[in-house]
């Protein structure tokens, strides 16, 4: 009845997730329906991956009626397509309740929306039986949901202190996590940044909110960023934290094994890390951190600065050949992704899938801060690009969409194609094709000498990508060597509708 409110019909309930997932990280909001019991179970992986981004999002899953509800625990299952959602879903929402009564379903949905952008965000979900679903309700206006207010002004206190750890350090740096997009208060602190002339590096969720020509950028840290952004980390005497988690993709090689460590973040459990030892941690939200943070009083950093620059100089570009020299024929992906980073439209919102692609891309690609970067990092669940371009679409119909996914990743939703091509939406779908899962691939020869069920000969077969892109009546482009790069990739980009690039890479390419 709402003319205002459109909605989006997927083929599969992940999928729907996962454009719930993404409208939320464009828009600031996003909101699913499923069915009971296997329509409620499909949303798993895409409500993980909100939860461990702290995406704030709503989910309402169907329930059989209230009569065929169980009530002996110990019983199997009683109605058809019963499944006990909300135990399911308890340790991955930060709120999931089943409606008893339906005089209760205004509190609960101002209640579960309220908790999901409170504090850390996160999805919640609201689990309906049927013949609650059936029910007029009536608000009750005197009965509503008032969430309580944290008092800050203990943790604000703390934030003087940071100074004094600046006034010691010779070689700072401020580290940029995913948390810094909630709120627009990316801008703000980069110009404290610009301002006090600091260094500074982020992870893959931040790394969309500056340019890589940035002066003081160093790029993004962790097992698979760039080798520049890890270095400044082993040589810091400081290390500034904002909105970042120690995760264990993060914290490699010597991170900060010469500085202290200040970690600002809104989740406390985060400030008790067994992987780094934090020396001041501030329990703030990032807003209302940059609000009341001025630095000063600090060293001259000129050496540093000049070293950092020559840090970024000498290691932040990269570009790997092949071993096997049979296949350095095929697309290299370093030099791919380095070629289409000034070809990709300033306004574009690129999402990345996983596998090996995100690393290469992560690497290689000189991003512009006018381009959105979507990428589910926390969960890592393949196949959700594709899903997140059609959330993409509708966030912002002026955006360009560039799906960036791997062979593997590109069969879990093909799906979704058929959706693409019924709205003719004009999405662009990228497709490193190493005809293998190449992140396990080379990770298991590397290890083991030998790899199971990665490539053809040992049980994973890559799928026909001409013949996909036939099958759904979408347009089909090839690159299968480095001097065709520029001239394919503008064409597959000016294709007023739908496209698929198939861009041909050895499967021994690490």
């Known amino acids: 009845k709402q003319k205002k409110c459109s909605y989006v019909v997927p083929h599969h309930e992940q999928s729907l997730s996962m454009q719930v997932d993404t409208m939320a990280r464009l828009n600031g909001y996003g909101v699913g329906m499923v069915t009971s019991g296997p329509g409620a179970t499909n949303i798993l992986t895409g409500v993980c991956s909100a939860y ?8 309402i899953t169907g329930q059989v009626g209230q009569v065929h509800i169980k009530t002996n625990k110990n019983y199997r299952q009683f109605g058809f397509q019963e499944t006990d959602v909300v135990s399911i879903y308890k340790r991955v929402t930060k709120y999931s309740k089943q409606i008893q009564h339906s005089s209760e379903i205004p509190f609960e949905l101002e209640k579960a929306y309220q908790i999901s952008l409170s504090g850390r965000p996160g999805p919640v979900l609201l689990d309906i039986p049927w013949n609650i679903q059936r029910q007029k309700i009536k608000r009750n206006e005197k009965k509503k949901f008032i969430l309580s207010k944290n008092n800050y002004s203990n943790e604000i206190k703390k934030i003087k202190n940071i100074n004094e750890y600046l006034k010691l350090s010779k070689k700072p740096i401020i580290l940029i996590g995913g948390g810094i997009k909630r709120n627009n208060i990316a801008e703000k602190l980069l110009k404290i940044i610009k301002t006090n002339r600091l260094p500074f590096v982020t992870t893959w969720t931040s790394h969309d909110i500056v340019d890589y020509y940035n002066d003081l950028y160093m790029g993004s840290i962790g097992r698979n960023g760039n080798r520049s952004a890890n270095k400044v980390c082993a040589e810091a005497d400081l290390i500034i934290t904002m909105g970042q988690r120690f995760a264990v993709k993060n914290i490699f090689g010597k991170f900060g094994i010469n500085a202290k460590i200040i970690s600002i973040d809104i989740d406390k459990e985060e400030l008790k890390s067994p992987l780094a030892k934090i020396n001041l941690g501030i329990n703030l939200p990032l807003d209302i951190f940059v609000k009341n943070w001025k630095p000063f009083n600090f060293k001259n950093i000129k050496e540093w600065l000049k070293e950092t620059s020559q840090i970024k100089k000498d290691l932040f570009d990269i570009n790997i050949i092949c071993k096997e020299k049979k296949n350095r024929n095929l697309v290299n992906p370093f030099k791919f992704f380095k070629e289409i980073s000034p070809l990709v439209n300033k306004n574009s919102q690129i999402h990345l899938d996983i596998g090996a692609h995100q690393t290469w891309f992560y690497q290689s690609f000189l991003q512009r801060k006018s381009q959105t970067i ?125 496209a698929i690039l198939d861009v041909v890479v050895s499967k021994f390419h690490r």
């Open 52 to 59: 461990y981004d702290s995406i704030p999002c709503f989910f």
């Open 374 to 498: 979507i990428n589910h990092c926390g969960h890592g669940a393949m196949g959700h690009a594709i899903c997140s371009s059609i959330a993409g679409h509708y966030s912002n119909k002026n955006k360009f969409n560039l799906v960036i996914i791997g062979d593997g990743g590109f069969m879990m939703n093909v799906q979704e194609l058929n959706y693409i091509k019924m709205k003719n939406l004009p999405i662009k779908i990228i497709v490193i094709n190493n005809s293998s899962l190449g992140n396990t691939f080379a990770d298991s020869l590397m290890k083991y000498k030998i790899s199971h069920a990665n490539e053809i000969k040992t049980g994973y077969m890559a799928p026909n990508i001409k013949n996909i892109s036939k099958g759904f009546d979408i347009k089909y482009y090839k690159i299968n060597k480095d001097n065709l790069i520029k001239k394919i990739f503008n064409e597959f980009k000016s294709n007023k509708s739908s």
